[in-house]
């Protein structure tokens, strides 16, 4: 790909945006690794655009964001620490593909020793031709509860006690984003409060906690649901548990909540439910393992052994899932097919969504003005297709089959214009 | 070619030479000049001056006042945008000789500009060496408001099209001195050349731009206070508080657009059927501004059907047997 000069105009023609909750025909205007307004360039600094693309009626979306994967590609966030920060670009350059610009690394519960190993050095970085931008580390566990582990191993669940374990436990969290914890555990209500007064945002997951439980978290700062449905107590008519949360009106917020649309983890009705229910709360996440992008055979999760078969994964021995090895982009054709929604709808959820639980929707996740040049350009003839991804403006990513992203020069450098 | 255009434009006369029809010409003049025909005593006039001058190079087609109307407002837009693109490509800009064109807001040209986004996309016209100066801007709003003059222009026509940004020029609204930003749009006029075509629409009460019933025939651009019917007009783009719909504008004068050296008034709808009336088939008159261009050398009313309901029969009649001359503008696409 040539390397564009960081002033340089770009000026994407012949494309559709998502932009404003629809898609619209107009121009996509690039500078600096921004998303600009050409308006104001056109009437102030009376100037065109220094180079343009033919997009050839793509679709152009926000870059999707990923807040909850643990691995990929053989490697493994929790474990394998030797090769952490190979494995870390690994995946940030085999997510591109699938659409993904922005992730958290997500560590589940695991002994302290592995976090005050691992969270150092997973920092937060932009992204670009190396792979997709890290937001922050998204920790899942171990303040958890044993009852509802999931694949998590049940000897590294630790109780809270209080706030000083917690930041035993974890070590420094600089560059934490996001922490899945149980509401019921005795001593989580003030931990919450505590992370979010850090700048943390909090979830709650693991839990066999009921929908009171959840309100208090949500009351004292809790704002995401970890994978919907998955490992929590179900939805009962005289006691909704943590997917009440979905319509409580006891909430001072409203939250988003993660779901995991590989057709595996959440049956289609459910995912509709949801989806109807509280259709500006979904947050489309791959909670995807070591094995994804692998195919069949034996892998790790953390501490544990998994099987895959198929598109499932499971823990040796058990029925329980071990994760998911589905792609992003996997998920928001999945989430139109199957839950019926819009086209928009789907990439909002992918996006806009998770963007808003990261609290980073003013940067990432929109194609708004000044907000960073992270972009997909899809086809949307068919089932949709990533054609090509672009972070800070830059193509870092072009599938086999799509159009070359040629850059025409507006004018020559050295023809003048007299007036 | 010139005299095929002259035919395509319905040009009204034909060149005597003979003394005799000289006088009979005359008299014709005094008596149309009495049955209050100023457009045809205008043609007719222009005659009479070809053939007094018997050989002097002034064009056959230099004066003239054509009254083209076509079935309805999509037809208006198409001749008008086919019109723009004639006179352009015939012009033939260059880096060193620009076409430069006044330009409209409103409903009326909105097809216009379509029409020459698409024939823009579809390779027929390039703006490249073309300079715009719009018509008028409201004071005091945003220049990104929705409803600013600025944002219409943008979003209809040059966010489509290769003008350079230097070359579009729109009244500043928020200049920190409004009478020396119309006093400097007025240089930027003349250093450009004087406009070339100034393409404009009508209001209900007759003005074109802002210059309202009352407003100078000689008026130069300037800051006008608007009537009130106007700004109840307004008052549902602004979310009907009359509190924040703008109570003044910038605009060009009558005299500016006179001074340009051909002038297109689009007309349509039966609302302006009036204002049309009083434009062409009654005098010159500052209570209905655009009269003034009865007084320029080179004007086209482009009407549609619905505008000529409160035009005489005789002069529709008229003008429509020209109608087979300058069809061919409609039948042939821009090359």
């Avoid at chain 1, 009351?219 to 009440?244: E, K, Q, W």
């Avoid at chain 2, 230099?62 to 006179?87: C, P, Q």
């Avoid at chain 2, 408001?145 to 944002?151: F, G, K, L, N, V």
């Amino acid at each position: 790909m040539p390397s564009i000069a960081s002033s340089s105009i770009v000026q994407f023609k012949n494309c559709r945006l998502v932009r404003g909750r629809t898609i619209v025909k107009d121009d996509f205007w690039v500078r600096g690794g921004r998303i600009i307004n050409p308006e104001p360039v056109f009437f102030e600094e009376k100037v065109q655009a220094d180079l343009t693309v033919d997009c050839h009626d793509a679709l152009i979306c926000p870059g999707f964001i990923d807040i909850q994967i643990n691995g990929g590609y053989g490697y493994d966030f929790s474990s394998d620490l030797d090769k952490l920060e190979e494995g870390v670009s690994t995946v940030a350059k085999g997510i591109l593909s699938t659409g993904v610009t922005s992730f958290c690394p997500t560590v589940v519960t695991s002994p302290s020793s592995v976090y005050h190993e691992v969270l150092p050095r997973l920092k937060r970085t932009p992204g670009g031709k190396e792979g997709a931008g890290i937001l922050g580390i998204h920790l899942e566990g171990p303040f958890i509860s044993p009852e509802k582990k999931g694949a998590h191993p049940p000897e590294f669940i630790q109780k809270i006690e209080g706030i000083d374990k917690v930041h035993d436990i974890y070590g420094n969290l600089d560059n934490v984003g996001l922490i899945t914890i149980a509401p019921e555990l005795p001593g989580a209500l003030e931990v919450i409060h505590h992370l979010r007064s850090k700048g943390i945002k909090v979830s709650v997951g693991h839990s066999n906690g009921n929908l009171e439980d959840g309100e208090a978290a949500v009351n004292n700062g809790a704002s995401f649901i970890t994978h919907l449905f998955n490992a929590m107590l179900p939805f009962h008519h005289r006691d909704p548990g943590l997917v009440g949360l979905l319509t409580s009106q006891r909430i001072n917020q409203p939250v988003h909540y993660g779901i995991i649309a590989d057709g595996i983890h959440t049956h289609p009705a459910a995912l509709r439910i949801a989806h109807r229910t509280h259709p500006k709360g979904v947050v489309l996440v791959t909670d995807a393992m070591a094995a994804m992008g692998l195919g069949e055979g034996h892998h790790h999760i953390g501490q544990m052994e998994v099987l895959v078969k198929g598109q499932k994964a499971q823990l040796v021995g058990t029925n329980t899932l071990a994760g998911a090895i589905v792609t992003m982009d996997s998920c928001v054709r999945h989430f139109i097919k199957e839950a019926g929604v819009t086209v928009v709808e789907a990439i909002e959820a992918a996006t806009l969504h998770p963007a808003q639980v990261m609290g980073m929707d003013h940067l990432k996740g929109t194609l708004d003005f000044g907000s960073d040049a992270d972009f997909l350009l899809l086809s949307d003839k068919g089932p949709l297709k990533v054609l090509n991804t672009f972070i800070g403006g830059e193509c870092v990513y072009a599938a086999p089959g799509a159009h070359c992203i040629e850059y025409t020069q507006q004018r020559p450098l050295e023809e003048k214009v007299f007036s | 070619m010139k005299s095929r255009m002259n035919k395509e434009m319905g040009e009204v006369g034909g060149s005597y030479r003979s003394y005799g029809l000289r006088v009979s010409r005359a008299l014709l003049l005094l008596l149309l000049s009495v049955s209050c025909w100023p457009v045809y005593a205008v043609a007719a006039a222009s005659s009479l001056c070809i053939s007094t001058c018997g050989g002097c190079p002034c064009k056959s087609d230099k004066f003239k006042m054509r009254l083209v109307i076509l079935e309805d407002s999509e037809r208006v837009a198409e001749w008008a945008a086919r019109y723009i693109i004639k006179r352009i490509n015939d012009f033939s800009p260059g880096p060193n000789k620009f076409f430069v064109l006044g330009l409209p807001t409103g409903g009326t040209p909105l097809g216009t500009y379509r029409k020459l986004v698409q024939y823009h996309k579809a390779g027929k016209i390039s703006f490249k060496y073309v300079k715009t100066f719009n018509m008028d801007e409201y004071v005091g709003i945003p220049r990104d408001h929705d409803q600013s003059y600025h944002s219409f222009m943008w979003e209809n026509f040059f966010k489509h099209i290769d003008i350079d940004p230097a070359n579009a020029h729109v009244l500043d609204g928020n200049a920190p001195n409004l009478e020396t930003e119309c006093q400097q749009y007025e240089e930027k006029i003349k250093e450009a050349g004087g406009i070339e075509l100034f393409m404009g629409g009508i209001g209900p009460d007759g003005h074109i731009a802002f210059n309202e019933p009352g407003s100078s025939l000689v008026s130069r651009t300037r800051v006008k206070t608007l009537n009130q019917e106007t700004i109840t007009a307004n008052a549902r783009f602004f979310g009907n508080d009359m509190s924040k719909v703008p109570k003044q504008a910038l605009t060009v004068g009558v005299g500016t657009v006179m001074d340009a050296r051909e002038v297109m008034v689009l007309v349509t709808g039966s609302h302006k059927a009036y204002a049309l009336h009083m434009a062409i088939e009654e005098g010159v008159n500052h209570m209905w501004t655009v009269s003034a261009f009865q007084q320029h050398p080179r004007t086209i009313m482009l009407c549609d059907e619905d505008a000529t309901l409160e035009l005489k029969v005789k002069t529709v009649k008229y003008f429509k047997t020209l109608h087979d001359i300058h069809s061919c503008l409609m039948d042939q696409e821009p090359q």
